[in-house]
């Protein structure tokens, strides 16, 4: 149990959204001794439990993040995962289907800025040739 309380705390202090293995090396600066298996168990027990998201995205390893009510950015050429805190739709969509949900996961796909500005470069260098 006292890795779980760990995870969960870091998850919780985190800003990034952790995968398994970034949350192992973390976790093993702590606790030399811990295994990647045991993070693996302890991340999908907290998940279970409901105490953390689980945020998967085709084609990357699934993240880590905490409860509190908020949707993702996801960016689709460099995958990275972004925060963004919009009106909760859980009414509207409870109005549209007629019966209650527990939640939702909303992932908008976009292209971050970075990776706009270097798109915007290469397409520039195959213009000019």
């Known amino acids: ?50 105490k953390i998201r689980k945020i998967s995205l085709e084609g990357y390893p699934d993240r880590y993040d905490k409860l509190t009510r908020h949707d993702h950015l996801f960016c689709r050429r460099c995958g990275k995962l972004s925060d963004i805190y919009l009106s909760d739709i859980t009414g509207e969509l409870e109005r549209q289907i007629g019966f209650s949900i527990e939640g939702y996961d909303l992932k908008i796909q976009y292209f971050c800025p970075q990776c706009r500005a270097e798109q915007r470069e290469s397409n520039s260098v195959y213009e000019s040739e």
């Open 1 to 50: 149990m006292r890795y779980a309380e760990s995870i969960l705390e870091m998850i919780y202090k985190s800003d990034a959204h952790m995968t398994a293995e970034q949350v192992f090396l973390a976790l093993k600066q702590q606790y030399p001794s811990v295994v990647l298996a045991t993070v693996y168990n302890n991340l999908n027990s907290l998940y279970q439990q409901g």
